[in-house]
């Protein structure tokens, strides 16, 4: 629809509305960002526990056989639930990967102290269920977080550097504590971009949905031009401020009820938004164009004159006097007949649509296809319908 392309436009991409259909394509993209992430989160844990795994089988495999078995068992479970994540079972997977690696920590604290720096993966094992886990599992996402965060004094505490049931060579447990600590800053870090572009990504889809909502209650659904909320909330504005340099023009499509009544309401739909169109099309983007009722419309002018009114609408009347409309068997043209009035500081608002009304009759009774305007000082009893 043009009137929402235009605001869509002038609002920017990101402050564009979304329809539902939108919201729903970016909620898949966003799952489809869970369902990657928690794939490098996967294969980012396998890769540390067979790092742990081979590092005991090269120094020394009988006295390190459970971190032997540690690495190489958490691996294949890893493997599992690698490949659990392409049958819809992501979540579960990241679960299970979760769990295994924070007990896989406290394990190698167990066995070579915490001057493995094993426990610093504790940090972005807590921040991974945020990413895994929806928003809406907030309680969850909390207390696993909390249970991560908790594993670190402990391992801390327990077994301090040079404290654990066996110990590595400096050499070997330097190497390995770098390997963890830099394993340990790249999962938190990764966890956190991941977390920051789902929340900026989420509060587009709430903002967007919340932009669709707001212009579905101010926009016609049929030709996307205002319906009659905006121009009244705008026409008060004027009555407070005391403002009265506008005009409003009432325009009525003539003897529109024979093209329904011999065409059908599809042919008339079309006839309305083809006029919608035009009229957006003719007016500058100050001016609010609304569908005022079945096949009328208002358009609220700020800032013109009374002098420049009347051509404008003139211009108007002849360009939807050029209108075409192919409808099945038939060509379709179409007139309008258009009231005016000014603002004048001693009417209301209403009033003066009531004025343009009272225009617009007499350019009906006047014959249609005619425009008739009233200027500020001119009175409008006598015009028309009262």
Same mark, same amino acid.
């Given at each position: 629809?043009?009137?929402?392309?235009?605001?869509?436009? !002038?609002?920017?991409?990101?402050?564009?509305?979304?329809?539902?259909? &939108?919201?729903?394509?970016?909620?898949?993209?966003?799952?489809?960002?869970?369902?990657?992430?928690?794939?490098?989160?996967?294969?980012?844990?396998?890769?540390?526990?067979?790092?742990?795994?081979?590092?005991?089988?090269?120094?020394?495999?009988? @006295?390190?056989?459970?971190?032997?078995?540690?690495?190489? =068992?958490?691996?294949?479970?890893?493997?599992?639930?690698?490949?659990?994540?392409?049958?819809?079972?992501?979540?579960?997977?990241?679960?299970?990967?979760? =769990?295994?690696?924070?007990?896989?920590?406290?394990?190698? /604290?167990?066995?070579?102290?915490?001057?493995? &720096?094993?426990?610093?993966?504790?940090?972005?094992?807590?921040?991974? $269920?945020?990413?895994?886990?929806?928003? +809406?599992?907030?309680?969850?996402?909390?207390?696993?977080?909390?249970?991560?965060?908790?594993?670190?004094?402990?391992?801390?505490?327990?077994?301090?550097?040079?404290?654990?049931?066996?110990?590595?060579?400096?050499?070997?447990?330097?190497?390995?504590?770098?390997?963890?600590?830099?394993?340990?800053?790249?999962?938190?870090?990764?966890?956190?971009?991941?977390? &920051?572009?789902?929340?900026?990504?989420?509060?587009?889809?709430?903002?967007?949905?919340?932009?669709?909502?707001?212009?579905?209650?101010?926009?016609?659904?049929?030709?996307?031009?205002?319906?009659?909320?905006?121009?009244?909330?705008?026409?008060?504005?004027?009555?407070?401020?005391?403002?009265?340099?506008? %005009?409003?023009?009432?325009?009525?499509?003539?003897?529109?009820?024979?093209?329904?009544?011999?065409?059908?309401?599809?042919?008339?739909?079309?006839?309305? #938004?083809?006029?919608?169109?035009?009229?957006?099309?003719?007016?500058?983007?100050? !001016?609010?164009?609304?569908?005022?009722?079945? !096949?009328?419309?208002?358009?609220?002018?700020?800032?013109?004159?009374?002098?420049?009114?009347?051509?404008?609408?003139?211009?108007?009347?002849?360009?939807?006097?050029?209108?075409?409309?192919?409808?099945?068997?038939?060509?379709?043209?179409?007139?309008?007949?258009?009231?005016?009035?000014?603002?004048?500081?001693?009417?209301?608002?209403?009033? /003066?649509?009531? @004025?343009?009304?009272?225009?617009?009759? #007499?350019? +009906?009774?006047?014959?249609?296809?005619?425009?008739?305007?009233?200027?500020? @000082?001119? $009175?409008? %009893?006598?015009?028309?319908?009262?």
């Amino acid at each position: 629809m043009r009137r929402w392309k235009h605001r869509r436009r !002038d609002a920017g991409m990101h402050d564009a509305p979304l329809t539902p259909t &939108q919201v729903q394509v970016l909620r898949r993209r966003d799952l489809v960002l869970v369902l990657w992430a928690t794939r490098a989160f996967i294969v980012a844990a396998a890769i540390s526990v067979l790092v742990v795994g081979l590092t005991a089988a090269n120094f020394n495999a009988r @006295a390190y056989m459970t971190l032997v078995v540690l690495g190489f =068992g958490t691996a294949i479970i890893f493997a599992i639930a690698f490949a659990a994540t392409f049958y819809d079972r992501s979540k579960a997977a990241g679960l299970l990967v979760w =769990g295994v690696s924070t007990l896989a920590v406290i394990v190698v /604290c167990y066995e070579l102290s915490a001057g493995s &720096q094993a426990q610093v993966m504790l940090f972005g094992l807590a921040i991974m $269920p945020f990413v895994i886990v929806s928003a +809406k599992e907030s309680a969850l996402c909390m207390s696993l977080s909390v249970t991560s965060l908790l594993a670190f004094p402990i391992c801390v505490i327990a077994w301090p550097p040079g404290n654990g049931s066996h110990q590595l060579t400096a050499s070997m447990t330097q190497d390995l504590g770098a390997f963890n600590a830099i394993g340990g800053v790249l999962l938190a870090g990764g966890a956190l971009a991941v977390l &920051q572009f789902r929340l900026q990504f989420n509060r587009r889809i709430f903002e967007g949905a919340a932009r669709y909502g707001e212009l579905r209650a101010t926009t016609d659904e049929l030709t996307g031009v205002y319906n009659r909320r905006p121009v009244i909330a705008q026409l008060e504005q004027y009555a407070e401020r005391g403002r009265a340099n506008y %005009a409003i023009a009432l325009i009525d499509l003539d003897e529109f009820k024979e093209i329904n009544d011999e065409h059908g309401h599809d042919c008339g739909d079309a006839m309305i #938004k083809l006029v919608a169109d035009t009229l957006t099309g003719h007016f500058r983007a100050t !001016d609010m164009v609304s569908r005022w009722g079945g !096949d009328e419309f208002l358009v609220l002018m700020p800032g013109v004159r009374h002098s420049e009114l009347e051509p404008v609408l003139e211009r108007l009347r002849a360009n939807i006097a050029a209108l075409r409309l192919d409808c099945p068997g038939h060509t379709h043209r179409v007139t309008v007949s258009i009231g005016a009035a000014m603002g004048n500081l001693e009417q209301t608002p209403d009033e /003066c649509i009531a @004025a343009a009304d009272h225009a617009l009759y #007499k350019a +009906k009774e006047n014959g249609r296809n005619e425009v008739v305007t009233v200027g500020a @000082a001119m $009175p409008t %009893a006598a015009l028309g319908r009262s």
